[in-house]
């Protein structure tokens, strides 16, 4: 083994990431690394490379024991990571990316000498046919994706973890990735590939470990696995009580449809409905349009054609203003971003979107903006006693709830939610999910788009399933499993059968 | 769950010096603290300090400065930076009201146009500025538009107009020994605190200043948002152009670039006393009232400087140094909350 951790702890406060988790990987192996968000895949690998040394437990190299305390120590060790954001620099060419930092900087060198040394890297990663001397801004970012890994590759290392590289590419562009890493993988390079899309998996890794809320699995071949085991080894835990209780619903006339909504965000149209007392999931990963149709319906981004059939009219509202006037809420999933006002206090975030409520004439009436917000916020269990103090100064469960509660002030029928809890802990989790079940229970309706599998399979009571801006398919309420999301959202072609083949 | 929220509301809850210091009022807690020791020093060195005439002199000098930089402070607050236009919207302001007073018109058609004209040149800035310009090369260009139109109008001449005129109550007047120019500012400053604390107007002002995304996903939009807070922005420029020209009887287009308030250039005046007063410059924290006093302090330690014989030189330093400490305190100040969160 070229590298080997074992009883790795690491905890962050009170949250314990790591539970003495173990990890290896041999020489010109590629090894996937899985599990859902928050299971500890980026704690262990900040650690392997070097971004983190506040673990205990034990770490060898080729088989001397090594701490690394800062990421070019990792690198002169031989261990480089591809990050999720880029570190290109756009404006520069290809060649001069490559050798931008550390050692592999030549002390004196012309484009030219320098476009023939990048060469072999470009090969190395499939960028035969890419002139070096062209700026990077001219690549797709799949092209650029592999630049970077071309500039890693310029310091020579056995092993390469890539986190995620390609969530935020498209078809073609992966295939790419997937066959630089095949090759590099023949080339005697170890490769750590992290990734939510289980298709790639199975595709080009050699053996899998599976983390689990900090705790690693034996790592095991990947012919031990298929999908379904693979999904029930990430999951596998009881979540009875996280959810609240789904009401027998009756269907009747739909609350809102979508006709032909077109976001430009992505690949075609998109056509559903939402009954009067339903939680509606939309299920998809990172791009897969899940939450663009949502902030389309919100009137909060652009889209090419389509309308919204809602309350007899026809229409689509053009800003989040007339979505707000048609009592539709949009709530984003940036709550830093687009969410809340920071800087202001908790009441004034309250009762934002209803100042119409809370005014006459113009004239704010703060005895009816004191009994909104409190309102709000005592059934979002949001602390009254701090009403007064900035919004900013909450942790971020609180902060969901205010950004979420918010939303009530506006007596809305249609909550449309982009991501209900990210980075949200447990206990305020159960409350949000608790409070979007008694909304839709008041015969309204919730539409809320996830990544997360167990929101999703434990909340909806109707699942559409999303796959690189296409809308795939629709599970009811007695089909939904979280192997059958998964699998529609993560290769809903039938991969499978192309892995039993390979 | 509600024990341990009220628990959590007490480790987390901050006390009276912590919130003061959270608050950015650091800034002015030591603003204050200045202020006294200005005061102190003025009482101890110059003898004419302490007399009412002087206090009424300092308030009188604040009162145009002070009446500007309230209406940019709307500006300022709703995140849209501010306007480099204030003095040239004033030049063209007082050409407006003089060149309609000398030709006859009364005082409150004279009154009218040039409020007309004010409302025009804000509108248009702000609209430009809702559409996405940036504000400062929209108003940079706009100052040198307005200036322009000004001094060709006035063929770049002193335009007069003969005294008794029906603007003197305001140029020159008093009511119970108080200058009508001083009432003016008292009560603008107290009818636009009372717009930003209890309206819905005002609310939106500080939302879309604190975050103006946020702004925007909750119903409240800049693009109107900068036409109005322009608009008021430009309608106290004419309101103090048109002060100054009721005083003066005549209008220059250089009266606000020159020969005006301590530094004279009043642009950079204004902006000074939004900025000394603690106001937030990226919008969503501040208040006219802060405004108000930056104004009154700006004029107190100018007055003294007077009283001590300094010429305009050091005068002009004086503001500068007021302006970077402003900014420091603040920058400091933000850190420590920062480290709060």
């Known amino acids: ?502 | 769950m509600s024990n341990s929220l009220i628990a959590n509301a007490r480790v987390t809850g901050l006390g009276f010096v912590d919130r003061l210091v959270r608050d950015y009022s650091a800034l002015v807690v030591c603003l204050i603290g200045l202020f006294l020791v200005v005061f102190i020093v003025g009482m101890a060195t110059a003898p004419n300090f302490l007399t009412i005439f002087n206090f009424k002199t300092i308030i009188r000098d604040a009162a145009l400065v002070g009446i500007m930089a309230i209406g940019l402070t709307f500006v300022t607050l709703s995140g849209n930076f501010f306007l480099l236009s204030m003095k040239e919207t004033a030049a063209l302001c007082i050409i407006c009201f003089a060149t309609s007073m000398s030709s006859g018109y009364g005082f409150e058609i004279s009154f009218l146009l040039t409020m007309g004209v004010a409302i025009i040149a804000g509108a248009a800035q702000g609209a430009l500025i809702g559409l996405g310009g940036n504000p400062i090369v929209v108003t940079l260009g706009a100052a040198g538009l307005l200036f322009g139109l000004g001094s060709w109008w006035s063929d770049n001449l002193v335009v007069s107009f003969r005294r008794p005129h029906g603007a003197e109550w305001l140029g020159t007047g008093s009511f119970l020994g108080l200058p009508n120019i001083t009432i003016a500012f008292i009560l603008i400053a107290i009818s636009a605190e009372c717009v930003l604390r209890y309206t819905n107007f005002g609310r939106q002002v500080y939302l879309i200043g604190a975050n103006r995304a946020a702004g925007k996903a909750t119903g409240h939009e800049n693009f109107s948002m900068a036409i109005k807070v322009c608009i008021i922005a430009s309608i106290c420029s004419a309101f103090v152009a048109i002060a100054f020209s009721a005083q003066v009887s005549s209008a220059h287009v250089n009266y606000f670039s020159s020969e005006f308030g301590s530094s004279g250039d009043m642009t950079i005046m204004v902006i000074a006393t939004v900025m000394v007063g603690g106001n937030s410059i990226m919008g969503g924290f501040g208040s006219t009232l802060r405004t108000s006093l930056g104004a009154i302090f700006i004029s107190t330690v100018d007055n003294m400087m007077v009283l001590h014989g300094f010429n305009s030189g050091p005068r002009v330093l004086a503001v500068g140094l007021m302006i970077v400490f402003s900014i420091i305190v603040f920058a400091l100040v933000r850190r420590g909350s920062r480290a709060q969160e």
């Open chain 1, 1 to 502: 083994m070229i590298l080997k951790l074992s009883g790795i702890n690491r905890s962050f406060g009170a949250i314990q990431a790591l539970k003495k988790a173990d990890f290896e990987i041999g020489e010109s192996e590629v090894m996937g690394l899985v599990g859902e968000n928050g299971a500890g895949k980026s704690t262990l690998v900040k650690i392997i490379g070097g971004f983190d040394d506040g673990y205990s437990g034990e770490y060898t190299f080729d088989g001397e024991p090594v701490r690394f305390s800062n990421p070019s120590r990792a690198e002169k060790a031989g261990i480089a990571i591809a990050q999720q954001e880029l570190s290109l620099i756009p404006a520069m060419s290809v060649a001069e990316n490559i050798f931008l930092v550390g050692d592999t900087v030549p002390f004196f060198a012309t484009k030219k000498s320098l476009a023939l040394k990048a060469k072999p890297y470009l090969e190395e990663v499939g960028l035969d046919k890419v002139d070096p001397s062209i700026s990077v801004n001219r690549l797709s970012i799949g092209e650029q994706q592999l630049v970077e890994v071309a500039s890693l590759l310029a310091h020579d290392p056995r092993v390469l973890i890539l986190d995620e590289p390609t969530a935020a590419l498209g078809e073609s562009d992966s295939v790419r990735i997937l066959e630089m890493v095949e090759r590099l993988a023949t080339n005697g390079k170890s490769v750590i590939y992290v990734s939510h899309r289980l298709d790639e998996i199975f595709k080009i890794c050699h053996r899998i470990t599976v983390l689990r809320d900090g705790i690693s699995q034996e790592p095991r071949k990947v012919s031990e696995f298929n999908v379904h085991s693979l999904v029930e080894s990430m999951l596998g835990r009881e979540l009875q009580n996280m959810f609240p209780e789904r009401m027998k619903l009756t269907r009747s006339e739909p609350l809102l449809e979508v006709c032909g909504l077109w976001s430009d965000a992505t690949v075609e149209p998109f056509n559903f409905q939402v009954y009067p007392g339903e939680i509606l999931g939309l299920a998809g990963q990172l791009g897969s349009g899940s939450g663009d149709i949502l902030s389309a319906i919100g009137g909060a981004s652009g889209t090419r054609e389509g309308k919204i059939k809602y309350k007899g009219r026809e229409f689509l509202p053009k800003s989040p203003k007339e979505a707000i006037k048609a009592s539709i809420a949009y709530c984003s999933n940036d709550r830093k971003l687009d969410g809340l006002f920071l800087g202001r206090p908790i009441k004034e975030n309250l009762t934002s979107p209803a100042l119409g409520r809370i005014s006459t004439y113009g004239l704010l009436n703060q005895g009816s903006e004191e009994r909104l917000a409190f309102g709000n916020a005592e059934k979002f269990t949001v602390d009254v006693t701090r009403m007064g103090t900035e919004a900013g100064l909450l942790s971020g469960g609180n902060q969901q709830k205010v950004a979420l509660g918010k939303w009530l002030s506006i007596e809305p029928n249609i909550i449309l939610v982009n991501e209900p809890t990210r980075g949200v802990d447990v206990g305020a989790r159960a409350e949000i999910y608790g409070k979007l079940r008694e909304f839709a229970n008041e015969g309204k309706a919730v539409i809320f788009a996830s990544t997360d599998i167990q929101e999703i399979t434990g909340l909806s009571d109707r699942i559409i399933t999303f796959y690189r801006g296409m809308q795939i398919g629709e599970i009811e309420l007695k089909d939904i499993s979280a192997t059958k999301v998964l699998e529609q959202i993560t290769h809903p072609f039938g991969v499978q059968q192309e892995v039993k083949t390979a």
